[in-house]
């Protein structure tokens, strides 16, 4: 069943539409609060469909992905007795308690990994809210983070020019399906573990 080739063109669709970096834009800072797709798979398209502006779309990215960290940080101030019920019944509540403990041992470079790595970095917004660490640093380990992972994407994907929309055409189905059973691996070990 080909799922993930026609998706790819579609993506690569949307990411050339007029609003694209609003979308981009909206979509950056509602993953780091509260949306669980990653700003990877519209930033990827649309820097691979307009090679020309990725490093603007990195910037976009970034900026609203750490106004996104501020408001999970808020809400991790201000309302996370209304959260926790659903945090702690969801997949995250693992992630949430790992956060509060590398918070514990690593301050706001806890924060830095999570900005950088696949590591849910919503979970570690809302949580260093709660547990306050240190505004200043929370912005600066996030901008340092967030603004790796989104450069090291554009640039990836710049330096790769056709030769990576090729072979990602090529291997995408692949990759797709390869994708759904790790995440269900994963989810399926969090569910076991927690």
Same mark, same amino acid.
């Given at each position: 069943?080909?799922?993930?080739?026609p998706?790819?063109?579609?993506?690569?669709?949307?990411?050339?539409?007029?609003?694209?970096?609003?979308?981009?834009?909206?979509?950056?800072?509602?993953?780091s609060?509260?949306?669980?797709?990653?700003?990877?798979v519209?930033?990827?398209?649309?820097?691979?469909?307009?090679?020309?502006?990725?490093?603007?779309?990195?910037?976009?990215?970034? +900026?609203f @992905? =750490?106004? %996104?960290?501020? /408001?999970?940080y808020?809400?991790?101030? $201000?309302?996370?007795? *209304?959260?926790?019920?659903?945090?702690?019944?969801?997949?995250?509540?693992g992630a949430?308690?790992?956060?509060?403990?590398?918070?514990?041992?690593?301050?706001?470079?806890?924060?830095?990994?999570?900005?950088?790595?696949?590591?849910?970095?919503?979970?570690?917004?809302?949580?260093?809210?709660?547990?306050?660490?240190?505004?200043?640093?929370?912005? +600066?380990? @996030? =901008?340092? %983070?967030?603004? /790796?992972?989104?450069?090291?994407?554009? $640039?990836?994907?710049? *330096?790769?020019?056709?030769?990576?929309?090729?072979?990602?055409?090529?291997?995408?189905?692949g990759l797709?399906?390869?994708?759904?059973?790790?995440?269900?691996?994963?989810?399926?070990?969090?569910?076991v573990?927690?």
């Amino acid at each position: 069943m080909k799922l993930f080739g026609p998706l790819y063109d579609r993506v690569l669709d949307w990411s050339r539409h007029q609003h694209a970096e609003r979308y981009l834009g909206a979509l950056s800072f509602a993953e780091s609060s509260f949306f669980p797709i990653p700003v990877d798979v519209m930033l990827a398209p649309m820097c691979i469909a307009r090679r020309d502006k990725a490093w603007r779309y990195a910037i976009i990215a970034t +900026v609203f @992905s =750490v106004l %996104g960290g501020l /408001a999970g940080y808020a809400i991790g101030i $201000g309302i996370f007795d *209304l959260v926790e019920p659903w945090l702690a019944n969801s997949h995250y509540w693992g992630a949430y308690q790992t956060s509060r403990e590398w918070f514990d041992t690593y301050g706001v470079w806890a924060i830095f990994v999570a900005g950088f790595s696949p590591i849910p970095y919503k979970v570690f917004t809302i949580a260093a809210g709660v547990a306050a660490l240190n505004l200043p640093g929370f912005f +600066v380990a @996030s =901008v340092v %983070g967030r603004g /790796a992972r989104f450069f090291l994407v554009a $640039g990836l994907v710049v *330096l790769g020019g056709d030769k990576l929309d090729t072979t990602l055409r090529k291997y995408v189905e692949g990759l797709g399906w390869a994708v759904v059973v790790l995440t269900v691996a994963i989810i399926g070990w969090l569910m076991v573990r927690g």
